[in-house]
């Protein structure tokens, strides 16, 4: 299940405006490899949509099925939030249907 936990309005190139869902997939417990200690961790994604502000605040809290998976790109630079660093990634984290396995969406097109 992911839960939807924001929402933000976005421009695109054109100039148009359109929002944007902020998914948040189940919280995972991982072991850090410096201390050995576990931290708890969920993923996060967006998906683009045609609802306006109200409807967008409305789901705010909603669940739906699916998953939050990590799928290889070409790398791209990332700026670290609240830091000067810059560092290279080759993935990225999106919404996968629950039906669907991550396979077979990069195969058919559906993730990309």
């Known amino acids: 299940m992911v839960t939807v936990t ?4 976005t421009e ?7 929002n944007v869902l902020e998914l948040e997939g189940e919280v995972e417990l991982i072991r850090s ?3 050995g200690k576990f ?3 969920a993923h996060k994604a967006t998906i683009t ?8 605040k409305a789901l705010v809290g909603k669940k739906f099925p699916g998953s939050i998976k990590k799928i290889e790109t070409e790398p791209y630079s990332y700026k670290v939030p609240g830091t000067d660093d810059t560092i ?10 629950e039906s669907v396995s ?11």
């Open 88 to 97: 290279m990634l080759s993935h990225t984290y999106q919404y996968v249907e």
């Open 102 to 112: 991550v396979e077979s969406a990069v195969f058919q097109g559906e993730v990309q």
């Open 39 to 41: 931290y708890a961790h």
């Open 6 to 9: 924001g929402f933000k309005e």
């Open 12 to 18: 695109n190139k054109e100039g148009k405006i359109f």
């Open 33 to 35: 490899t410096q201390t």
């Open 49 to 56: 949509s045609t609802l306006n502000l109200a409807t967008c």
